[in-house]
């Protein structure tokens, strides 16, 4: 797992104004408790847990909180479902007992930037919410562990990516669509695309995870 430079505020009466609200579902009230008290403390940390149920409401009265899910699959999916719908939640933390099954497209789309297991540390897991807070990808070497074969890459690899190429697939991994990698670079989202595929073919890759999975084991990028 990647390690982000912890920030913390000095000590100020009251809230300080660098604080995010780490919002908790869990599948049931003793595993959000466990979840709980590994933040419990944590400088710059309003922690708070909600029924899984009740995560819409508790987004608006939270937003842009930072969202750690601790379900089962199905309860993951259908919370996911949910937040790929609230533009107000700052970044999504899974914890799960197969990491590898938790990193997948439909995660992406929903704002998951984390992947741990279930098991994690105190550490691990602010140390995540850390580096989501900095746009970084956090995700347990499980989570790489494709559930098919990658296809070989029909290049040798760095060197075949042009800056421009490099710079997209950065944008990549940080889960930005095309229209917002155009806004950053400057350039049209037509020429994004173009850069997309270029990307795609250059690393035998069928998807945009696929190429951030494979760019990630390669060292092509860095968490």
């Known amino acids: 797992m990647s390690v982000a430079e912890r ?12 604080s995010i609200t780490v919002l908790i579902a869990a599948e049931s009230p003793l595993a959000a ?15 708070v847990v909600s029924a899984p149920r009740e995560l819409a409401r508790r987004l608006d009265e939270h937003r842009g909180a930072i969202v750690v899910l601790a379900l089962e699959p199905a309860e993951t999916a259908w919370a996911l479902d949910l937040l790929r719908e609230v533009p107000r939640v700052e970044a999504v933390v899974l914890l799960a007992s197969d990491p590898s ?8 789309r929903s704002g998951v930037r984390a992947v741990l297991r279930a098991d994690a540390t105190a550490d691990e897991l602010a140390t995540a919410i850390d580096a989501v807070r900095a746009k970084l990808i956090v995700l347990h070497p499980e989570a790489l562990k494709s559930s098919r074969p990658a296809r070989a890459p029909q290049t040798k690899g760095p060197a075949a990516l042009t800056p421009r190429e490099q710079e997209i697939l950065e944008a990549l991994a940080e889960g930005l669509s095309n229209r917002l990698i155009a806004g950053r670079l400057a350039i049209s989202s037509q020429t994004v695309k173009f850069h997309v595929a270029a ?11 696929e190429a951030v999975t494979f760019a990630l084991r390669q060292g092509l990028i860095a968490l």
């Open 7 to 18: 920030r913390r505020s000095p000590p100020t009466t009251g809230r300080p104004a660098s």
């Open 33 to 47: 408790a466990r979840v709980e008290a590994l933040l419990r403390g944590r400088p710059g940390l309003e922690v």
């Open 101 to 108: 099954a938790a990193w997948t497209a439909q995660a992406r």
């Open 199 to 209: 990307i795609l073919a250059k690393l035998g890759a069928g998807s945009r995870t």
